[in-house]
T-cell receptor, first 116, second 113 residues
Framework: GAVVSQHPSRVICKSGTSVKIECRSLDFQATTMFWYRQFPKQSLMLMATSNEGSKATYEQGVEKDKFLINHASLTLSTLTVTSAHPEDSSFYIC????????????FGQGTRLTVV | QQQVKQSPQSLIVQKGGISIINCAYENTAFDYFPWYQQFPGKGPALLIAIRPDVSEKKEGRFTISFNKSAKQFSLHIMDSQPGDSATYFCAATLRGSNYKLTFGKGTLLTVNP
């Protein structure tokens, strides 16, 4: 299947700083990518839909100014957590779908963010 | 409002047994129902998926049963192995939503040796 790579896999940052997470589709071009947040022992919560060349669509309750999403190319979407706080500590996961293919979504390996 | 309800929350099965996880959905517009397997610290991986025009799909030890009238679908893992121990999520999506996935809350499966 298609490969989605996420980087970094783990990151620790200080409160008040910003951290960027990258999501790359390695062997296909993804016009749409999705960003999820997952708390321990819970399900995946969709944060936003990232569209190449246009603004991301955020789910209700997700702060646009806090979670900046950029999808500047067909193979790269980034999520920047700005002014991070301990409550932003979570597991962030991206996914992408092969355009024109079936509806299978391929997920990255996730990024464990810890804000201290 | 939770659109996909999953049960049980956790499940313990002996090696060689059958694991059964159930999901129910509310939106009749959903047209694709995947199951994902997630190991700790990893992203979900697609296990098997079904469309509503099919009542059953089997891939190896994994089978999805789909009941359109009841708006329910289930995952059966035959001959469960300790390596199957993971969290399983059912999901649903529809074309009109850009294939945005709606996940169930997950089932933690433990297969004892």
């Amino acid at each position: 299947g298609a490969v989605v790579s996420q980087h970094p896999s783990r990151v620790i940052c200080k409160s008040g700083t910003s951290v960027k997470i990258e999501c790359r589709s390695l062997d296909f071009q993804a016009t749409t990518m999705f960003w999820y947040r997952q708390f321990p022992k819970q399900s995946l919560m969709l944060m936003a839909t990232s569209n190449e060349g246009s603004k991301a669509t955020y789910e209700q309750g997700v702060e646009k100014d806090k979670f900046l999403i950029n999808h500047a190319s067909l193979t790269l979407s980034t999520l920047t957590v700005t002014s991070a706080h301990p409550e932003d500590s979570s597991f962030y996961i991206c996914s992408a779908r092969v355009p024109g293919g079936n509806t299978e979504a391929f997920f990255g390996q996730g990024t464990r963010l810890t804000v201290v | 409002q939770q659109q996909v309800k999953q049960s049980p929350q956790s499940l313990i099965v002996q090696k060689g047994g059958i694991s059964i996880i159930n999901c129910a959905y509310e939106n009749t517009a959903f047209d694709y129902f995947p199951w994902y397997q997630q190991f700790p610290g990893k992203g979900p991986a697609l296990l098997i998926a079904i469309r509503p025009d099919v009542s059953e799909k089997k891939e190896g030890r994994f089978t999805i049963s789909f009941n359109k009238s009841a708006k329910q679908f289930s995952l059966h893992i035959m001959d469960s192995q300790p390596g199957d121990s993971a969290t399983y999520f059912c999901a649903a999506t529809l074309r009109g939503s850009n294939y945005k996935l709606t996940f169930g809350k997950g089932t933690l499966l433990t297969v004892n040796p």
